[in-house]
Protein backbone atom coordinates (compact mmCIF):
# COMPACT_ATOMS: atom_id res chain seq x y z
CA UNK A 1 0.00 0.00 0.00
CA UNK A 2 3.03 2.13 0.81
CA UNK A 3 4.53 2.01 -2.65
CA UNK A 4 1.24 3.48 -4.30
CA UNK A 5 1.28 6.94 -1.96
CA UNK A 6 3.93 8.25 -4.05
CA UNK A 7 1.55 10.78 -6.18
CA UNK A 8 4.28 9.97 -9.86
CA UNK A 9 3.20 6.54 -9.21
CA UNK A 10 -0.64 6.91 -8.29
CA UNK A 11 -0.77 9.00 -11.60
CA UNK A 12 0.76 6.82 -13.81
CA UNK A 13 -1.46 4.03 -12.89
CA UNK A 14 -4.41 6.19 -12.99
CA UNK A 15 -3.82 7.91 -16.10
CA UNK A 16 -4.18 4.46 -18.19
CA UNK A 17 -7.36 3.20 -14.96
CA UNK A 18 -9.32 5.49 -15.43
CA UNK A 19 -11.01 5.53 -18.96
CA UNK A 20 -10.73 1.44 -18.62
CA UNK A 21 -12.96 1.75 -15.38
CA UNK A 22 -15.13 4.33 -17.08
CA UNK A 23 -15.99 3.02 -20.24
CA UNK A 24 -16.14 -1.00 -18.57
CA UNK A 25 -18.80 0.92 -16.06
CA UNK A 26 -20.59 2.46 -18.64
CA UNK A 27 -20.55 -0.78 -20.69
CA UNK A 28 -22.09 -2.90 -18.20
CA UNK A 29 -24.31 -0.29 -16.71
CA UNK A 30 -26.21 0.59 -19.38
CA UNK A 31 -27.06 -2.73 -20.77
CA UNK A 32 -27.85 -4.01 -16.98
CA UNK A 33 -30.62 -0.77 -16.92
CA UNK A 34 -32.39 -1.67 -20.59
CA UNK A 35 -32.01 -5.39 -19.25
CA UNK A 36 -34.04 -4.59 -15.74
CA UNK A 37 -36.34 -2.19 -17.51
CA UNK A 38 -37.17 -4.32 -21.12
CA UNK A 39 -36.54 -7.50 -20.38
CA UNK A 40 -36.48 -8.44 -16.73
CA UNK A 41 -39.77 -10.21 -15.46
CA UNK A 42 -42.34 -7.71 -13.33
CA UNK A 43 -43.09 -8.94 -9.55
CA UNK A 44 -45.91 -10.94 -8.44
CA UNK A 45 -46.83 -8.22 -5.95
CA UNK A 46 -44.87 -4.98 -6.71
CA UNK A 47 -45.43 -5.22 -10.02
CA UNK A 48 -43.57 -3.01 -12.48
CA UNK A 49 -41.98 -0.84 -9.70
CA UNK A 50 -39.84 -3.98 -8.83
CA UNK A 51 -37.15 -2.67 -11.75
CA UNK A 52 -36.58 0.36 -9.91
CA UNK A 53 -34.51 -1.70 -8.01
CA UNK A 54 -31.19 -2.12 -10.38
CA UNK A 55 -30.86 1.47 -9.78
CA UNK A 56 -32.00 1.89 -6.15
CA UNK A 57 -29.71 -1.22 -4.65
CA UNK A 58 -26.17 -0.16 -6.40
CA UNK A 59 -26.93 3.23 -5.13
CA UNK A 60 -27.54 2.67 -1.75
CA UNK A 61 -24.51 0.10 -2.35
CA UNK A 62 -21.86 2.89 -3.65
CA UNK A 63 -23.57 5.11 -0.67
CA UNK A 64 -22.11 2.91 1.87
CA UNK A 65 -19.15 1.98 0.20
CA UNK A 66 -18.45 5.19 -0.51
CA UNK A 67 -18.20 6.43 3.11
CA UNK A 68 -16.37 3.03 4.12
CA UNK A 69 -13.87 3.97 1.63
CA UNK A 70 -14.09 7.59 3.88
CA UNK A 71 -13.26 6.19 6.57
CA UNK A 72 -10.05 3.50 5.36
CA UNK A 73 -8.70 6.67 4.07
CA UNK A 74 -9.14 8.50 7.24
CA UNK A 75 -7.76 6.05 9.23
CA UNK A 76 -4.63 5.55 6.42
CA UNK A 77 -4.23 9.60 6.63
CA UNK A 78 -4.41 9.66 10.65
CA UNK A 79 -2.16 6.94 11.20
CA UNK A 80 0.15 6.93 8.35
CA UNK A 81 0.00 10.30 6.64
CA UNK A 82 -0.14 8.83 3.24
CA UNK A 83 -0.14 12.03 1.03
CA UNK A 84 -2.82 10.80 -1.16
CA UNK A 85 -5.39 9.07 1.53
CA UNK A 86 -6.52 12.22 2.37
CA UNK A 87 -7.12 13.10 -1.54
CA UNK A 88 -8.64 9.62 -2.20
CA UNK A 89 -11.14 10.33 0.62
CA UNK A 90 -12.36 13.86 -0.60
CA UNK A 91 -12.18 12.53 -3.65
CA UNK A 92 -14.95 9.95 -2.63
CA UNK A 93 -17.01 12.38 -1.18
CA UNK A 94 -19.33 14.02 -3.71
CA UNK A 95 -19.50 10.68 -5.36
CA UNK A 96 -20.77 8.75 -2.00
CA UNK A 97 -22.83 11.99 -1.65
CA UNK A 98 -24.74 11.76 -5.08
CA UNK A 99 -25.62 8.28 -4.52
CA UNK A 100 -26.45 8.39 -1.54
CA UNK A 101 -29.08 11.13 -2.39
CA UNK A 102 -29.65 8.58 -5.53
CA UNK A 103 -30.83 6.31 -3.37
CA UNK A 104 -33.39 8.31 -0.95
CA UNK A 105 -34.78 9.79 -4.40
CA UNK A 106 -35.51 6.42 -5.97
CA UNK A 107 -36.37 4.61 -2.85
CA UNK A 108 -38.80 7.18 -2.62
CA UNK A 109 -40.28 7.03 -6.61
CA UNK A 110 -40.55 3.25 -5.30
CA UNK A 111 -42.13 3.53 -1.95
CA UNK A 112 -44.96 5.94 -3.11
CA UNK A 113 -46.89 2.85 -5.35
CA UNK A 114 -45.02 0.29 -3.25
CA UNK A 115 -46.04 1.52 0.10
CA UNK A 116 -48.94 4.21 -0.45
CA UNK A 117 -46.11 7.07 0.84
CA UNK A 118 -43.15 8.88 -0.36
CA UNK A 119 -41.31 8.74 3.05
CA UNK A 120 -41.67 7.22 6.05
CA UNK A 121 -39.49 7.48 9.42
CA UNK A 122 -37.99 3.96 8.99
CA UNK A 123 -34.86 2.80 10.55
CA UNK A 124 -33.18 2.09 7.08
CA UNK A 125 -34.71 5.39 5.72
CA UNK A 126 -33.24 7.78 8.36
CA UNK A 127 -30.57 6.10 8.78
CA UNK A 128 -29.87 6.31 5.19
CA UNK A 129 -30.70 10.23 5.06
CA UNK A 130 -28.26 10.28 8.64
CA UNK A 131 -25.57 9.62 6.08
CA UNK A 132 -26.57 11.90 3.36
CA UNK A 133 -26.20 14.65 5.90
CA UNK A 134 -22.60 13.26 7.20
CA UNK A 135 -21.82 13.27 3.35
CA UNK A 136 -22.58 16.82 3.46
CA UNK A 137 -21.06 17.65 7.00
CA UNK A 138 -17.63 16.10 5.58
CA UNK A 139 -17.82 17.65 2.25
CA UNK A 140 -17.99 20.92 3.84
CA UNK A 141 -15.31 20.34 6.84
CA UNK A 142 -12.81 19.20 3.75
CA UNK A 143 -13.40 22.12 2.21
CA UNK A 144 -12.88 24.47 5.32
CA UNK A 145 -9.48 22.57 5.78
CA UNK A 146 -8.55 23.42 2.60
CA UNK A 147 -9.54 27.04 2.41
CA UNK A 148 -7.76 27.38 5.69
CA UNK A 149 -4.52 26.48 3.80
CA UNK A 150 -4.65 23.42 2.90
CA UNK A 151 -3.84 21.62 5.96
CA UNK A 152 -3.79 18.03 6.52
CA UNK A 153 -7.55 17.69 7.21
CA UNK A 154 -7.52 15.69 10.54
CA UNK A 155 -10.75 17.09 11.87
CA UNK A 156 -12.39 15.70 8.59
CA UNK A 157 -10.18 12.63 8.64
CA UNK A 158 -11.68 11.97 12.50
CA UNK A 159 -15.30 12.81 11.29
CA UNK A 160 -14.59 10.40 8.50
CA UNK A 161 -14.01 7.56 10.77
CA UNK A 162 -16.33 8.68 13.49
CA UNK A 163 -19.20 8.89 11.10
CA UNK A 164 -18.66 5.03 9.81
CA UNK A 165 -20.52 3.91 13.04
CA UNK A 166 -23.94 4.86 10.81
CA UNK A 167 -22.62 1.95 7.98
CA UNK A 168 -23.25 -1.26 10.33
CA UNK A 169 -26.42 0.57 11.58
CA UNK A 170 -27.72 1.47 8.13
CA UNK A 171 -27.05 -2.57 6.72
CA UNK A 172 -28.45 -4.01 10.15
CA UNK A 173 -31.69 -1.22 10.17
CA UNK A 174 -34.22 -3.62 8.74
CA UNK A 175 -33.04 -6.40 10.67
CA UNK A 176 -33.70 -4.54 14.20
CA UNK A 177 -36.60 -3.21 13.11
CA UNK A 178 -39.09 -4.50 11.45
CA UNK A 179 -41.15 -1.42 9.38
CA UNK A 180 -41.91 -1.46 5.60
CA UNK A 181 -38.45 -1.68 4.01
CA UNK A 182 -37.55 -4.97 3.11
CA UNK A 183 -34.71 -7.00 4.28
CA UNK A 184 -31.46 -7.15 2.41
CA UNK A 185 -31.50 -8.37 -1.41
CA UNK A 186 -27.65 -8.97 -0.99
CA UNK A 187 -25.91 -9.41 2.26
CA UNK A 188 -21.88 -10.68 2.93
CA UNK A 189 -23.30 -13.62 3.87
CA UNK A 190 -23.76 -14.34 -0.44
CA UNK A 191 -19.89 -13.94 -0.55
CA UNK A 192 -19.61 -17.31 1.19
CA UNK A 193 -21.84 -18.86 -0.85
CA UNK A 194 -25.48 -18.20 0.61
CA UNK A 195 -28.41 -18.44 -1.56
CA UNK A 196 -29.64 -15.05 -2.17
CA UNK A 197 -33.15 -14.85 -1.03
CA UNK A 198 -34.23 -12.93 -4.66
CA UNK A 199 -34.61 -15.28 -8.08
CA UNK A 200 -32.05 -15.50 -10.54
CA UNK A 201 -34.18 -13.53 -12.88
CA UNK A 202 -33.98 -10.56 -10.32
CA UNK A 203 -30.91 -11.20 -9.25
CA UNK A 204 -28.57 -10.89 -12.65
CA UNK A 205 -29.72 -8.04 -13.96
CA UNK A 206 -28.82 -6.34 -10.07
CA UNK A 207 -25.78 -7.79 -9.89
CA UNK A 208 -24.66 -6.69 -13.70
CA UNK A 209 -25.94 -2.96 -12.48
CA UNK A 210 -24.39 -2.84 -9.21
CA UNK A 211 -21.03 -3.86 -11.05
CA UNK A 212 -21.43 -1.61 -13.89
CA UNK A 213 -22.11 1.55 -11.66
CA UNK A 214 -19.23 0.32 -9.32
CA UNK A 215 -16.82 0.76 -12.05
CA UNK A 216 -18.29 4.25 -12.63
CA UNK A 217 -17.90 5.14 -9.36
CA UNK A 218 -14.01 4.20 -9.24
CA UNK A 219 -13.47 6.04 -12.29
CA UNK A 220 -15.01 9.19 -11.08
CA UNK A 221 -13.32 8.75 -7.64
CA UNK A 222 -9.94 8.66 -9.80
CA UNK A 223 -11.25 11.82 -12.20
CA UNK A 224 -11.31 14.07 -8.83
CA UNK A 225 -8.50 12.64 -7.18
CA UNK A 226 -6.29 13.85 -10.04
CA UNK A 227 -8.12 16.93 -10.13
CA UNK A 228 -7.62 17.43 -6.58
CA UNK A 229 -3.72 16.51 -7.02
CA UNK A 230 -3.45 18.81 -9.92
CA UNK A 231 -4.54 21.81 -8.10
CA UNK A 232 -2.20 20.92 -5.31
CA UNK A 233 0.68 20.68 -7.19
CA UNK A 234 0.05 24.08 -9.73
CA UNK A 235 -0.81 25.84 -6.10
CA UNK A 236 2.74 24.25 -4.91
CA UNK A 237 4.71 25.48 -8.55
CA UNK A 238 3.24 29.02 -7.64
CA UNK A 239 3.74 29.54 -4.08
CA UNK A 240 7.32 28.34 -4.57
CA UNK A 241 7.81 30.92 -7.72
CA UNK A 242 6.35 33.79 -5.73
CA UNK A 243 8.77 32.58 -2.77
CA UNK A 244 11.66 32.75 -5.38
CA UNK A 245 10.85 35.93 -6.92
CA UNK A 246 10.67 37.88 -3.57
CA UNK A 247 14.07 35.93 -2.56
CA UNK A 248 15.90 37.58 -5.46
CA UNK A 249 14.06 41.07 -4.99
CA UNK A 250 15.40 40.84 -1.54
CA UNK A 251 18.81 39.62 -2.66
CA UNK A 252 19.01 43.00 -4.87
CA UNK A 253 17.78 45.46 -2.30
CA UNK B 1 -55.32 3.76 -5.43
CA UNK B 2 -54.16 5.87 -8.77
CA UNK B 3 -50.42 4.84 -7.85
CA UNK B 4 -50.90 1.23 -8.83
CA UNK B 5 -52.45 2.08 -12.07
CA UNK B 6 -49.50 3.95 -13.45
CA UNK B 7 -46.50 2.01 -11.56
CA UNK B 8 -44.63 3.06 -15.08
CA UNK B 9 -44.49 6.52 -14.52
CA UNK B 10 -42.34 6.15 -11.44
CA UNK B 11 -40.10 3.61 -13.09
CA UNK B 12 -39.10 6.29 -15.85
CA UNK B 13 -38.47 9.09 -13.06
CA UNK B 14 -36.48 6.71 -11.45
CA UNK B 15 -34.52 5.79 -14.63
CA UNK B 16 -34.49 9.47 -15.97
CA UNK B 17 -33.16 10.83 -12.40
CA UNK B 18 -30.76 7.98 -12.11
CA UNK B 19 -29.55 8.11 -15.50
CA UNK B 20 -29.16 12.07 -15.14
CA UNK B 21 -27.56 12.31 -11.87
CA UNK B 22 -24.60 9.97 -12.56
CA UNK B 23 -23.91 11.61 -15.90
CA UNK B 24 -23.67 15.06 -14.79
CA UNK B 25 -21.57 13.21 -11.82
CA UNK B 26 -19.27 11.97 -14.39
CA UNK B 27 -19.26 15.44 -16.63
CA UNK B 28 -18.52 17.05 -13.81
CA UNK B 29 -15.89 15.38 -12.37
CA UNK B 30 -14.05 14.83 -15.97
CA UNK B 31 -14.17 18.60 -16.90
CA UNK B 32 -12.98 19.09 -13.39
CA UNK B 33 -10.10 16.76 -14.27
CA UNK B 34 -9.64 18.47 -17.32
CA UNK B 35 -9.46 21.99 -16.19
CA UNK B 36 -7.15 21.16 -13.39
CA UNK B 37 -4.58 18.88 -15.05
CA UNK B 38 -4.44 21.48 -17.72
CA UNK B 39 -3.50 24.36 -15.45
CA UNK B 40 -0.72 22.56 -13.80
CA UNK B 41 0.57 21.75 -17.09
CA UNK B 42 0.29 26.10 -18.03
CA UNK B 43 2.47 26.32 -14.60
CA UNK B 44 4.68 24.11 -15.24
CA UNK B 45 5.32 26.02 -18.73
CA UNK B 46 6.06 29.17 -17.35
Known amino acids: ?253 | MREALMQWEFVYAAYALGAGCTAALIAHSWLAMRRAEKRRDQVRGK
Open chain 1, 1 to 253: MHRFANPARFLKIARWLTPVLLITGIAIALPALVWGLLYAPADWLQGETVRILYLHVPAAWLGMMGWSGIAVASFTEIVWRHPLAGIAARAMAVPGAVFSALCLATGSLWGRPAWGTWWVWDGRLTSMLVLLFLYFGYIALARAAEEAGGGSGRVAAVFGLVGAVNIPIIHYSVIWWHTLHQPPSLTPAMLAGAKSPMAPAFLWPLMASALGFSCIFGAVVLMRMRAILADAQAEARLRRKALNVSAGQDGAE
